[in-house]
Every structure is written in C-alpha cells, then in structure tokens.
C-alpha cells in the first residue's frame, strides 16, 4: 500500500518552485497522454499529422501556378509560400488544438488535480512542438527536392513562429472561457477566422499593399506576427510594418479576457 | 470540507423541469463517511460533478476539497495506452512515484500480462479492477462515488472492500446512490434527496424508509432490490 503521509507532502505547504514542478509535470502527463491518443501506440500517425500541412502547401503552390502568380519578393515560390504558410499553420493549429481542450478534459477533469487550463497549456504546447518539427520537415524537403534554403535571421523566424502560435493559443483560450458563458462563442470565434488565411499577408506581403489597405489588415494582429517571420527568413524582403509589440499586446489582451470570462464565471 | 451551500441546480428534460437541488445546503467533513441517497434518475450523476467541480450550480455555492478523488472510475484511462502507462500517468496526475503506484496496481488489479496490454483490449471487469486498484493507491483524503463502491466479481468484491474499509479508517467517502444498500455499515451520516434538498436521516434504516416513500410518491410503487447489489466486506 502507498505511504499515506505522502498525500500531505503533496498537497500542503510546498513553495512556489514545488508548485510550479507540479503544474510542469502534470502538462508533461497530459502532452504524453495527448500524443498517445492523438497519434496512438504505434507512431505511425505521426506522418498523417504532417500530411495534412504538406498538402496545405502543395495546394498553394498549385494555386499560384494555375493563376500564374509568383513571388513577389526576390524568393522562389515554395520558400515564400512556406515563410507564411508554416507559421500560419501553427496560428490555426494551436486554435484548433487548444480549441479542443475541454473535450480533451472532459474524461479528467473529475481529478482533482486536473483543469482545462493545464490540458489546454499542453495541447498548446505539443502544437508548438508540431510545428517545430513540421518547419524542419518542411525546410528538409525544399532543399532535397527544390535545392532551395532560405533562413535570414532563424531567431526573428522563430519569434514570428512564436507570436502565431501565442495568437492561436490565446484566442482558442479566450473563446473556450466565454463559451462558459455563452457555448455559442466558441463556434463563431471559429468561423470569423477562416478568412484570416487571405488577410494575414500568406499569399503576399504587407509591403506590396496600397497603404489603404494596409491600414484596414494592419489591425489583423496575425499579419504581423507573419511579417516578423516571413522577414526572418527570407534574405531579400524587411517588412515595413511588422510589429512585435501589437502582436503582443494582443495575446496579452486575449489572456485578460480569458481571465476576465473565467473569473466571472465563478461568480 | 465538502458541500453545498444554498445551491440550486435545474434542468429542463423533455419539455419538463427538473428540480436536482432548490437552495440546498450540506456540509461535509473531509474525512466523514456521508451517503447521500436520491432515486434513480432525479440526478445522482449531477450531484457527483458538482462536488467534483466539472458541473457549477445554477445557483449557491459548492464546498471542495483539494484531495477528492473519484472511487472505482476508469472513465479517465486513455485505451490506447497499456494499463501501466494510464496508471503511470495517473500517479503524475496525483504527484506520488509512478513505480510505486504502478506496482501496487499491478498487483491488486490481478490484471497479469494484460496490465501491459492496451486498455482498448480490456473487458469492463478488467477496467473496474484496474480502476478500483488505482483509487485505493492514489493518495485521496475523500473519496467520491457514484452508485456503487466495489464491483467486480465476488472474490476481487471482497478483496476491494476490505481494501477499502481499510482505507476508509482515515479518508472521506461521499457516496450518492440510488440503491442505499452498499452504504449500509461504511457510512456513519445519511441524507436522502427530497424535492431538491438533503434530508437528514437518522440512521440507515431510516434511510431506506424515506427512500421507499420517496419511490412511492414519484412513481407509484417502492424501491425493489432492483439494481445487481454488491455487498461490502
């Protein structure tokens, strides 16, 4: 039989650190249990789960084919298609995933120690980690099959990955914690962003836009997050628009709300 | 401390409401052994999520504890995972050392070589011993049960209940049951759900009097020993 003092132990008088190993550990259980639902015993999901945003891209490309449109910057085509294309599918990804969460914690949450914000914290996270690995699947196969690479700057690339993915995450949290109030939320927070996919400079660039157009999509949040890594990769284009600080202030924005509707839910 | 405070919860089924609770209040010791019996139907399960915090009252205020933990529930065990990694993960859930946690299991789940097998190949008696195995090695100061405290067949029954009535020497059980006769000898505190509040009763007999009626006046004809009982060592 387990030692029962060790219920106390976990449970009273433990320090912040101990408390944050715990939150760490129970997302880490959740993204091992995650991964094995999602992808099952085998690991062969694995690849079907990357196929999904290979065919986004090939489709794409078909597309700028068949309408004879080429990159508008001094870039092949697929490399410009993949400096938007990936870090959008991470933005739409990381919605879709955290977006799940509360069916995903559901079956758990009768735990004590379980919440949908730990399960929606790691389904954010394995995306994120999804998207890494996606990103260098991606790069592996522009080199071997087209001999084209482009990485300007991998940490601006990177940080643009990272907006895209805390938009994502934070909108999807933010939609999941007004739908306490009102369910009906969640599924049209859905559906007011397909259009992001043509507003959020993927199939062009910021700078190529009349500035009368730039000021309308220049409140998309997601188009700069793009710009930042589009400019981190490609070595020939500086977006003339892109900004951190919006981006940011729009996660940080999204959070407060989620906050906002969970605390009002409570009372 | 667990309970309700002034708490309603409604419900609309088919057209017709539903009264759970109308401002109702209980309150709970976290190591207290507390049966709260309600007929079949009336919202035994809902009772069960609002202490587990998976459902809110439509109004009032629900008591919780940090350390509750369902009894018997299998519900949260991934299939595609063995049922030594859903116990593994199980103990990272609940903060206490998966080996320990997993041997224990191993052993009082009587599973054998199925315990590393995927939970999808399990028999609902398999999941029920795996489940019952891994409530009575979490590390719970309240246990939460829905209906029915052992199962399983007669000789892990009576294994699960000694287990239990060993565990239950220093940890809470709250019981809501539609059938009051496994709570008979383990609790110490019974209520029975009545037009929505928790009514105090003095002792089991008294209990299963004022469910009969309760049976009687809702549908016409008392409680019969309908439901597969399964006594507790």
């Not at chain 1, 433990?14 to 715990?22: H, N, Y």
């Not at chain 1, 085998?42 to 945003?53: N, Q, R, V």
């Not at chain 2, 089991?204 to 409680?223: E, I, N, R, T």
């Amino acid at each position: 039989m387990l030692d029962r003092g060790a219920i106390s132990k976990a449970h009273h008088g433990r320090g912040l650190a101990e408390w944050c190993r715990v939150q760490v550990d129970l997302v880490l259980a959740l993204i091992e249990r995650d991964v094995r639902s999602r992808f099952g015993e085998t690991g062969a999901g694995y690849g079907l789960a990357f196929l999904a945003p290979l065919a986004w891209i090939g489709a794409t490309y078909l597309a700028f084919w068949l309408i004879g449109r080429t990159s508008p910057v001094y870039a092949d085509t697929i490399t410009f298609i993949i400096s938007g294309l990936i870090p959008y599918a991470l933005f739409r990804y990381a919605v879709t995933a955290v977006g799940r969460a509360r069916s995903l914690a559901r079956p758990l949450m009768i735990y004590p120690t379980i919440t949908e914000g730990h399960v929606a914290a790691a389904a954010a996270v394995l995306e994120f980690v999804n998207g890494l690995v996606l990103l260098g699947i991606v790069l592996a196969l522009n080199w071997v099959v087209f001999g084209d690479f482009e990485m300007a700057d991998p940490f601006a690339f990177l940080w643009g990955m990272v907006l895209c993915w805390a938009l994502g995450a934070s909108y999807a949290y933010a939609l999941l914690s007004l739908s306490r109030i009102n369910s009906r939320i969640q599924s049209i927070g859905l559906v007011l962003i397909r259009p992001t996919f043509f507003l959020s400079a993927i199939l062009f660039t910021a700078n190529e836009l009349p500035e009368r157009i730039l000021e309308v999509l220049g409140w998309n949040p997601l188009l700069h997050a793009v710009e930042i890594a589009r400019d981190g990769m490609l070595f020939h284009y500086e977006s003339r628009v892109a900004s951190a600080g919006y981006a940011l202030a729009c996660v940080a924005g999204l959070l407060l709300l989620a906050v906002a509707a969970n605390a009002a839910r409570r009372d | 401390m667990w309970g309700f405070v002034n708490c309603s919860r409604y419900f609309r089924t088919g057209g017709a409401p539903m009264i759970v609770l109308h401002d109702a209040s209980l309150r709970v010791d976290t190591t207290e052994k507390v049966a709260v019996l309600i007929r079949a139907g009336q919202g035994k399960s809902t009772i069960i999520r609002m202490l587990a915090g998976l459902e809110m009252p439509d109004s009032g205020t629900v008591l919780r504890d940090a350390g509750g933990w369902p009894l018997g529930y299998s519900g949260g065990m991934n299939a595609e995972m063995t049922g030594e990694a859903n116990i593994r993960t199980l103990a990272k859930f609940a903060d206490v050392d998966p080996l320990e946690l997993s041997a224990f299991c191993y052993d009082f789940s009587e599973l054998g070589s199925a315990y590393h097998q995927p939970v999808k190949t399990y028999s609902s008696t398999m999941k029920g011993r795996l489940g019952m195995a891994a409530s009575l090695g979490l590390p719970a100061r309240t246990y939460l049960a829905d209906d029915r405290l052992v199962s399983g067949d007669e000789a892990f029954r009576a294994k699960a209940g000694a287990a239990l009535a060993e565990r239950l020497q220093d940890t809470g059980l709250i019981f809501v049951a539609s059938n009051p006769r496994q709570a008979k000898d383990v609790c110490d505190r019974y209520y029975v759900v009545n037009d929505g509040a928790f009514v105090a009763c003095d002792d089991y007999d008294h209990a299963c009097a004022m469910l009969d009626a309760s049976q009687v006046d809702d549908a016409g004809s008392p409680l019969d020993a309908d439901i597969p009982l399964f006594d507790l060592v």
